[in-house]
């Protein structure tokens, strides 16, 4: 008799366990996380409505997967949201610098930016940010997007 409870004991566990759904394993994404330092990016006056500002981009990959940046965008924003200049480069902005285009996963990039804009005196007292967004494809192929946005701030003289 306790043969033949056992028995059926392992016919019902191999029947119970073939009904369970088999879970498909997700791959993993590249995920590009942004910062920029210093925060608030200081805008240097140069006379008139021009200003330098300088400061370092970080790129860290945090998904588990390299990625490849495909472009990236610096905006200089107002009022914390109104676009008043905006340029777009290409990977070839970074990797003519000396630096890869690519990270790979868990690993991360820091390069140093510069640039001179023309922007209006009293939008940097009015709550003047800027915006910095990539556009990558992971090693899988998938595209994604990441952006980080930061104060903007006149040093008193």
Known sequence: MSRSILALAAVLG???????????????RGRLELSVEPNPIVAHPLGRDLYEL?????????????????????????????VVRS?????????????????????YLRFS??????LPAALLLSGASARVEARTIDDNGVRGRSTVKVGVVVPDH
């Open 14 to 28: 191999l029947f119970g366990c073939s009904g369970l759904p088999h879970e498909q394993a997700v791959p993993l």
């Open 54 to 82: 300088n400061f370092d981009i970080i790129m860290r990959e945090a998904g588990g997967v390299g990625v490849r940046i495909e472009d990236f965008t610096v905006e200089a924003m107002a009022f914390k949201s109104v």
């Open 87 to 107: 340029q777009t480069f290409p990977p070839s902005f970074i990797t003519d610098r000396g630096y890869p285009a690519s990270i790979e996963a868990g690993k």
């Open 113 to 118: 930016f510069s640039k001179r804009w023309t």
